[in-house]
């Protein structure tokens, strides 16, 4: 089974919905982020968190929230989607003490009409 | 400002071509520096840590160096498998241990 999961890996929406994304871990990670992808513009931090009760925001966090339900779950909530939130969106773990070294779930392709 | 580039922006070889990929990045205090692998429409896989100029990482066909203001990604005889975006990152010291990541290498061998 994979470490990093995320749900659902595909989604497509309209303008103005609440959409939720889920990320579960059984890394045992306490770190976990939410980036996402654009083409020529590589990986753009959201949130990340560091444990339940550390919720801070990365360089692109507007119109996105967050919530961490345990240390294994972190989720990333957009309130009203707009088309320009159209991406690939992934959920990363990393230990806490050592380096960053972050690992990947399979990401959401999210698409907003 | 802190950044990460990489080039080129794409590359094409040919099975048994060995090429190289750089990382150049600017950060206040560099604590290590990542290579990923990412397959189409898959996350990032983690290669390699380097820690410090001067030290080397292999796996495989690749192997990761570093300098002070720049990495490299060896590829000596690539294969068809081989075929895929690499990301570089770097960690800062910051206070919350900042990543950067890189915009990638798209890296394509044919047969």
């Known amino acids: 089974d994979a470490d990093v999961t995320q749900t659902p890996r595909n989604r497509i929406t309209k303008t103005g919905k609440r959409i939720m994304l889920e990320c579960s871990q059984t890394?045992?990670?306490?770190?976990m982020y939410w980036y996402r992808q654009d083409p020529g513009l590589g990986l753009r931090l959201i949130y990340y968190s560091f444990d339940v009760k550390d919720i801070n925001k990365g360089e692109i966090s507007d119109g996105y929230s967050v919530s961490r339900q345990a240390q294994a779950k972190f989720s990333l909530s957009l309130e009203s989607a707009i088309p320009n939130q159209t991406a690939l969106y992934f959920c990363a773990t990393s230990d806490l003490g050592g380096l960053n070294e972050q690992f990947f779930g399979p990401g959401t392709r999210l698409t907003v009409l | 400002e802190d950044q990460v580039t990489q080039s080129p922006e794409a590359l094409r070889l040919q099975e048994g071509e060995s090429s190289s990929l750089n990382c150049s990045y600017t950060?206040?205090?560099?604590?290590?520096l990542f290579w990923y692998r990412q397959d189409p429409g898959k996350g990032p896989e983690f290669l390699f840590t380097?820690?410090?100029a001067g030290e080397e990482k292999e796996k495989e066909r690749l192997k990761a160096t570093l300098t002070k203001k720049e990495s490299f990604l060896h590829i000596t005889a690539p294969k068809p498998e081989d075929s895929a975006t690499y990301l570089c990152a770097v960690e800062e010291g910051t206070s919350y241990d900042k990543v950067i990541f890189g915009p990638g290498t798209s890296l394509s061998v044919i047969p």
């Open positions: 380097l820690y410090s």
């Open positions: 950060v206040s205090g560099l604590r290590g």
């Open positions: 890394k045992g990670h306490d770190r």
